[in-house]
T-cell receptor, first 111, second 115 residues
Framework: DGGITQSPKYLFRKEGQNVTLSCEQNLNHDAMYWYRQDPGQGLRLIYY???????QKGDIAEGYSVSREKKESFPLTVTSAQKNPTAFYLCASTGGSDEQYFGPGTRLTVT | QQQVKQSPQSLIVQKGGISIINCAYE??????FPWYQQFPGKGPALLIAIRPDVSEKKEGRFTISFNKSAKQFSLHIMDSQPGDSATYFC????FGGGATNKLIFGTGTLLAVQP
């Protein structure tokens, strides 16, 4: 099956700890994205990557970091510098068309 | 200028009725307008999308109406069913010609279809 996988589905961390969220796609898409979703708000772009070894900040990149060492993988690290990390995190990818496909999401809770 | 304003925030419709969700944008450079459907705890799924060269696009019970001069577009769900109960997001982007498509999302509409 082709698609985007995110793991884990639920993640719990203590405040002050860094945490890495996984995103893998087997769609052979060049571009990948990370969004954050909070209740009552739309999706906000954290980082995006057009090609391997290249990525750009989105609208809310502070407190986050990414890497793109392989075409199929785009992990997101939520650092201790992120002031309000509890949220639903969504990974997406785009190929040559307009359509952006989303993964199932990871719900991160930091206490 | 990068905002997409979506209304209403929530909507209750009787089974068989028409659900209408509206979005407005400012940036006239936007050239791709998708609608996404999201069920609780899941990622959004592309429902239907339109480009500004057409005023309407229909796929089954879902129709996008697009008004370029008013900078508005809307989603109509005909014969709404309880299974349509979900959060709907509009979005807009400037398709860069490559693989990047930075979407600007509306704030979402929670639709409840009552049986």
């Amino acid at each position: 099956d082709g698609g985007i996988t995110q793991s884990p589905k639920y993640l719990f961390r203590k405040e002050g700890q860094n945490v890495t969220l996984s995103c893998e796609q087997n769609l052979n898409h060049d571009a990948m994205y990370w969004y954050r979703q909070d209740p009552g708000q739309g999706l906000r772009l954290i980082y995006y990557s057009q090609i391997v070894n290249d990525f750009q900040k989105g609208d809310i990149a502070e407190g986050y970091s990414v890497s793109r060492e392989k075409k199929e993988s785009f992990p997101l690290t939520v650092t201790s510098a992120q002031k309000n990390p509890t949220a639903f995190y969504l990974c997406a990818s785009t190929g040559g068309s307009d359509e952006q496909y989303f993964g199932p999401g990871t719900r991160l809770t930091v206490t | 200028q990068q905002q997409v304003k979506q209304s209403p925030q929530s909507l209750i419709v009787q089974k068989g009725g028409i659900s209408i969700i509206n979005c407005a944008y400012e940036n006239t450079a936007f050239d791709y307008f998708p609608w996404y459907q999201q069920f609780p705890g899941k990622g959004p799924a592309l429902l239907i999308a339109i480009r500004p060269d057409v005023s309407e696009k229909k796929e089954g019970r879902f129709t996008i109406s697009f008004n370029k001069s008013a900078k508005q577009f809307s989603l109509h769900i005909m014969d709404s069913q309880p299974g349509d109960s979900a959060t709907y997001f509009c979005a807009a982007s400037i398709f860069g010609g490559g693989a990047t498509n930075k979407l600007i999302f509306g704030t979402g509409t929670l639709l409840a279809v009552q049986p």
